[in-house]
Nanobody, 127 residues
Framework: QVQLVESGGGSVQPGGSLKLSCVAS????????VSWFRQTPGKEREGVVC????????AYEDSVKGRFSISRDTAENTVYLQMDNLKSEDTATYYC????????????????????WGQGTQVTVSS
C-alpha cells in the first residue's frame, strides 16, 4: 500500500523545537522530491520546504530559512523536518508530499506536481 504517514506534531512554546517525520511505504521515497506543506483554516496549503530526489536540491520558503531543516534517511524511507525557533505563525497542519519533479526551486510550490500526500500532523506554537 502506497502511503505517507506524518508524525511528530504537537504543542510547543515560541522559541521551541519540533521534529516531524514522514514515513513512506509502498514506494522508494529517494526517487521522489519530498516537500512539507502547511495549512491553516481558511487559507491555501503552502509549500514550506522541499528536498529533491537524490538530495540534489533543496528549497525553503523565506519565512522558515535558517529555522527549518529538511533531511532524509534513505534506509528508513523517511524524510524529516527539523523546526527550530518556532513562532506562533508556524502554527498549522503540516503535510508531507512526494512528487516526480526536479529541481525543487522551480516546482515545489505547485500542489499539482505531487503524486502522494500524507494525512497531516498538527503543530501549535503558543505561550
Amino acid at each position: 500500500q502506497v502511503q505517507l504517514v506524518e508524525s511528530g506534531g504537537g504543542s510547543v512554546q515560541p522559541g521551541g523545537s519540533l521534529k516531524l517525520s514522514c514515513v513512506a511505504s509502498g514506494f522508494v521515497a529517494d526517487y521522489y522530491s519530498v516537500s512539507w506543506f502547511r495549512q491553516t483554516p481558511g487559507k491555501e496549503r503552502e509549500g514550506v520546504v522541499c528536498l529533491g530526489s537524490g538530495d540534489l536540491s533543496t528549497a525553503y520558503e523565506d519565512s522558515v530559512k535558517g529555522r527549518f531543516s529538511i533531511s532524509r534517511d534513505t534506509a528508513e524511507n523517511t524524510v524529516y523536518l527539523q523546526m527550530d525557533n518556532l513562532k506562533s505563525e508556524d502554527t498549522a497542519t503540516y503535510y508531507c508530499a512526494a512528487g516526480l519533479f526536479t529541481p525543487c526551486g522551480l516546482y515545489y510550490r505547485d500542489r499539482n506536481n505531487y503524486k502522494f500526500w500524507g494525512q497531516g500532523t498538527q503543530v501549535t506554537v503558543s505561550s
